[in-house]
């Protein structure tokens, strides 16, 4: 597990009262109780890429969690651009209709992680080995680590009124995240599952959805305290605008298979507005090719 958490001391007692443990028994995963979640989750993901544990923060630690995000959304960083699903330019050799021709407004917001401080139960929640493990499990590795990226490990996404997430992939091969507060209206999260793979990016199926075509979609009113586990490297997915005064933050998690992970330096100037030493570090020895070939 990441040297963070060992250093940490973190012990089971340390996620009473901020994890719903008897619900969600992650401290205990080799009972029977845990068996059974892990194998839930399993199912689920395996079904449509995505599962939702609602409440994962008990009842009397809802109010402190919004409270926390509350005070850190002051802090985010809003940028606006036109993208398309692929995060890249577009391919005048292709077609007006070709998804990577197809560009929509992009606005959020996002509070960095060295904006979020060690008491904070997002941070304890995010840090800590039995966390870890339990996510580790079942999205079937070995062990996950925490991002080395300063600014990406631990993130809030805070979308204010008209702000939405247009239709995009992720990063990394699963995404871990939990709601903190609700937007008045809007602020809907849809995906199309496994629309794409490793093998393929399946451009007619990808051009469906864009078209409007809603056969294939799953959408989630996710709510305050709620974690979800998905696998957004391959489900297209977007969050549909924010209506009311009301802002909408998520709590982003963000884990590795492998140590070390540190994001692309010009997505991390766009997406905060600055980078980190160690994303200089990265420009200046030309360390900035991903580890799979697809668009993004």
Same mark, same amino acid.
């Given at each position: 597990?990441?040297?963070?958490?060992?250093?940490?001391?973190?012990?089971?007692?340390?996620?009473?009262?901020?994890?719903?443990?008897?619900?969600?028994?992650?401290?205990?995963?080799?009972?029977?109780?845990?068996?059974?979640?892990?194998?839930?989750?399993?199912?689920?993901?395996?079904?449509?890429?995505?599962? #939702?544990? %609602?409440?994962?923060?008990?009842?009397?630690? !809802? @109010?402190? *969690?919004?409270?926390?995000?509350? $005070?850190?959304?002051?802090?985010?960083?809003?940028?606006?651009?036109?993208?398309?699903?692929?995060?890249?330019?577009?391919?005048?050799?292709?077609?007006?209709?070709?998804?990577?021709?197809?560009?929509?407004?992009?606005?959020?917001?996002?509070?960095?992680?060295?904006?979020?401080?060690?008491?904070?139960?997002?941070?304890?929640?995010?840090?800590?080995?039995?966390?870890?493990?339990?996510?580790?499990?079942?999205?079937? #590795?070995? %062990?996950?680590?925490?991002?080395?990226?300063? !600014? @990406?490990? *631990?993130?809030?996404?805070?979308? $204010?009124?008209?702000?939405?997430?247009?239709?995009?992939?992720?990063?990394?091969?699963?995404?871990?995240?939990?709601?903190?507060?609700?937007?008045?209206?809007?602020?809907?999260?849809?995906?199309?599952?496994?629309?794409?793979?490793?093998?393929?990016?399946?451009?007619?199926?990808?051009?469906?959805?864009?078209?409007?075509?809603?056969?294939?979609?799953?959408?989630?009113?996710?709510?305050?305290?709620?974690?979800?586990?998905?696998?957004?490297?391959?489900?297209?997915?977007?969050?549909?605008?924010?209506?009311?005064?009301?802002?909408?933050?998520?709590?982003?998690?963000?884990?590795?298979?492998?140590?070390?992970?540190?994001?692309?330096?010009?997505?991390?100037?766009?997406?905060?507005?600055?980078?980190?030493?160690?994303?200089?570090?990265?420009?200046?020895?030309?360390?900035?090719?991903?580890?799979?070939?697809?668009?993004?």
């Amino acid at each position: 597990m990441h040297a963070n958490a060992a250093a940490a001391g973190d012990t089971t007692s340390a996620l009473q009262g901020i994890v719903d443990l008897q619900r969600y028994p992650i401290t205990q995963l080799s009972g029977d109780a845990g068996q059974a979640l892990i194998d839930a989750c399993r199912r689920q993901l395996a079904e449509d890429g995505c599962v #939702v544990l %609602e409440r994962f923060v008990p009842e009397e630690a !809802l @109010a402190r *969690l919004e409270r926390e995000t509350e $005070r850190l959304s002051p802090e985010a960083h809003y940028n606006q651009n036109e993208t398309n699903p692929y995060n890249s330019s577009g391919d005048p050799s292709l077609p007006d209709s070709h998804p990577r021709n197809r560009f929509d407004d992009r606005t959020n917001g996002f509070v960095a992680g060295d904006r979020i401080d060690d008491s904070t139960i997002i941070r304890q929640i995010y840090r800590h080995p039995d966390f870890q493990r339990f996510i580790a499990t079942v999205v079937g #590795v070995d %062990e996950i680590h925490q991002y080395a990226d300063p !600014l @990406a490990d *631990l993130v809030v996404n805070v979308l $204010r009124e008209g702000c939405q997430h247009p239709w995009h992939y992720d990063t990394n091969e699963f995404i871990v995240t939990m709601m903190t507060r609700q937007s008045e209206g809007g602020g809907r999260f849809e995906y199309a599952p496994g629309i794409r793979s490793p093998e393929g990016e399946n451009f007619e199926g990808v051009q469906e959805v864009l078209d409007g075509d809603r056969s294939r979609l799953k959408s989630l009113d996710l709510k305050p305290g709620d974690l979800q586990i998905f696998f957004g490297r391959y489900s297209l997915h977007r969050v549909t605008p924010v209506e009311g005064q009301r802002e909408r933050h998520t709590v982003i998690f963000a884990y590795a298979k492998e140590p070390g992970f540190i994001g692309q330096p010009e997505r991390a100037r766009r997406i905060f507005g600055r980078m980190a030493p160690v994303h200089e570090r990265m420009l200046s020895e030309g360390r900035t090719r991903r580890s799979d070939s697809l668009a993004d």
